[in-house]
């Protein structure tokens, strides 16, 4: 499939964004989908994944509840909303899915991934 993710903007400290990835092909195959964020000079790391099917979702330590993961599979697009939003949280976000290896941390096991959209958290 192709990802397409949008949602990214400068946001004040505390404030919230909804981050989409809006996939398009054949998700026939698909097991799992995630968030993956990265800073520049750092390693690429995982925010949420989730399965295709079904309802399992998990979150990076850092999430503390404030972020959700979901999908529509009528329109084939995942979100993630986040809310208070750190500083920390200033990177750019990439969504990806994998084939196979449902809810997983390891970005190998992704295949796809979408362009990524910049999110600034900064007052």
């Known amino acids: 499939v192709q990802l397409q993710a949008s949602g990214g903007g400068l946001v004040q400290p505390g404030g919230s964004l909804r981050l989409s990835c809006a996939a398009t092909?054949?998700?026939?195959?698909?097991?799992?989908m995630a968030w993956f964020r990265q800073v520049p000079g750092k390693e690429r790391e995982g925010v949420s994944c989730?399965?295709?099917?079904?309802?399992?979702?998990d979150y990076a330590d850092f999430v503390q509840g404030r972020f959700t993961i979901s999908k529509d599979s009528a329109k084939n697009t995942m979100y993630l909303q986040m809310n208070l939003l750190k500083p920390e949280g200033t990177a750019i976000y990439f969504c990806?899915?994998?084939?196979?290896?449902?809810?997983?941390?390891?970005?190998?096991?992704?295949?796809?991934w979408g362009q990524g959209t910049q999110v600034t958290v900064s007052s």
């Open positions: 989730s399965s295709y099917r079904g309802g399992s979702t």
């Open positions: 990806a899915s994998n084939y196979g290896a449902g809810v997983n941390w390891y970005r190998s096991e992704y295949t796809d």
């Open positions: 092909g054949s998700p026939a195959g698909l097991a799992g």
